[in-house]
């Protein structure tokens, strides 16, 4: 149990173009759900924070605008990134929390997003 | 704001040996600490994870210590295999917010 998949596993996009990733979890509810980013070598950084049926909260430096984030269901968010440039490339990863697990995250498996 | 710091960032070793990853976090208010491998271009595999009440947990090879009022936990790989190299994050969870550490980038030699 508690698998939070995403999709797609990896895009290559135009700079320019706006690049949605979807988040679901798959067998548990998740009313939190996270958005971090990770550059090669680094580590993951949190970029925000999404409750169902409400508005992000965003890491301090993450643009609101270019980064959207929408958490419509219990089961799925989405990050949209918009105009994307290639600084923007990178491993998205999401994560969700589950209230009936102690409160655990599980992490999906990650999105690598290529901005040409 | 919660900083977590692994040591050492790199670490290599031949097969067969114990080792022990480090971790430091400058918040002692944690809901739990988490370890985690995360292979090359991969996303992350749960380890282990303690809850802030507890002070150790074991699965396998594996097992993580955590000591709450000093900020630090360790991972102890015991009789380490090629397949154990991988990087190795720590991440503490303060409520609904996990920060996570740098990694120790481990190669098991065989």
């Known amino acids: 149990g508690a698998v939070v998949s995403q999709h797609p596993s990896w895009v290559i996009c135009k700079s320019g173009t706006s690049v949605k990733i979807e988040c679901r979890s798959l067998?548990?509810?998740?009313?939190?759900m996270f958005w971090y980013r990770q550059f090669p070598k680094q580590s993951l950084m949190l970029m925000a924070t999404?409750?169902?049926?409400?508005?992000?909260?965003?890491e301090q430096g993450v643009e609101k605008d270019k980064f959207l984030i929408n958490h419509a269901s219990l089961t799925l968010s989405t990050l949209t990134v918009t105009s994307a440039h290639p600084e923007d490339s990178s491993f998205y990863i999401c994560?969700?929390?589950?209230?009936?697990?102690?409160?655990?995250?599980?992490f999906g498996p990650g999105t690598r997003l290529t901005v040409l | 704001k919660q900083e977590v710091t692994q040591i050492p960032a790199a670490l290599s070793v031949p097969e067969g040996e114990n080792l022990v990853l480090n971790c430091s976090f400058t918040?002692?208010?944690?809901?739990?600490l988490q370890w985690f491998r995360q292979d090359p271009g991969k996303g992350l595999t749960s380890l282990l994870l303690?809850?802030?009440?507890?002070r150790e947990q074991t699965s396998g090879r594996l097992n993580a210590s955590l000591d709450k009022s000093s900020g630090r936990s360790t991972l102890y790989i015991a009789a380490s295999q090629p397949g154990d190299s991988a990087t190795y994050l720590c991440?503490?969870?303060?409520?609904?917010?996990?920060?996570f550490g740098a990694g120790t980038r481990l190669t098991v030699k065989p």
């Open positions: 994560s969700a929390l589950s209230a009936s697990s102690y409160n655990e995250q599980f």
């Open positions: 067998d548990f509810q998740a009313t939190t």
């Open positions: 999404s409750n169902e049926g409400s508005k992000a909260t965003y």
């Open positions: 918040d002692s208010a944690i809901y739990n």
């Open positions: 303690i809850q802030s009440s507890q």
């Open positions: 991440a503490v969870r303060l409520n609904n917010d996990m920060r």
